[in-house]
């Protein structure tokens, strides 16, 4: 089995910066996409950034030039700076991770963290 876990949120007031971690652990053989999405009450969960394996990343229009994913591939971990917080990025932020894992045989894995609080209020 692969978990992640996730951590940093908390509450921030507008413009202010928080980073979140998510660090992979299991049976892990590679992981190819780590991510960050978002779920904010009543809506439904969307994409905020991801990165693959080579370093390619990809944003959600709402938090290009605000957020910053990076990932350290030793220590199997994902992170998201997120700088000029807005009221509208009040969210539970969720890691996914997907590649491979190993039990009696290789086979594909995508995890989901348990998400943690984002929330930006004056």
């Known amino acids: 089995q692969v978990q992640l876990v996730e951590s940093g949120g908390g509450l921030v007031q507008p413009g202010g910066s928080l980073r979140l971690s998510c660090a992979a652990s299991?049976?892990?053989?590679?992981?190819?996409?780590m991510g960050w999405y978002r779920q904010a009450p009543g809506k439904q969960r969307e994409l905020v950034a991801q990165?693959?394996?080579?370093?390619?990343?990809h944003y959600a229009d709402s938090v290009k030039g605000r957020f910053t994913i990076s990932r350290d591939n030793a220590k199997r971990t994902v992170y998201l700076q997120m700088n000029s917080l807005k009221v509208e990025d009040t969210a539970v932020y969720f890691c996914?991770?997907?590649?491979?894992?190993?039990?009696?045989?290789?086979?594909?894995?995508?995890?989901w963290g348990q998400g943690t609080q984002v929330t930006v209020s004056a």
């Open positions: 299991g049976s892990i053989v590679s992981i190819n996409t």
């Open positions: 990165i693959n394996n080579a370093g390619s990343t």
């Open positions: 996914n991770a997907g590649g491979l894992r190993r039990d009696s045989i290789v086979r594909f894995f995508d995890a």
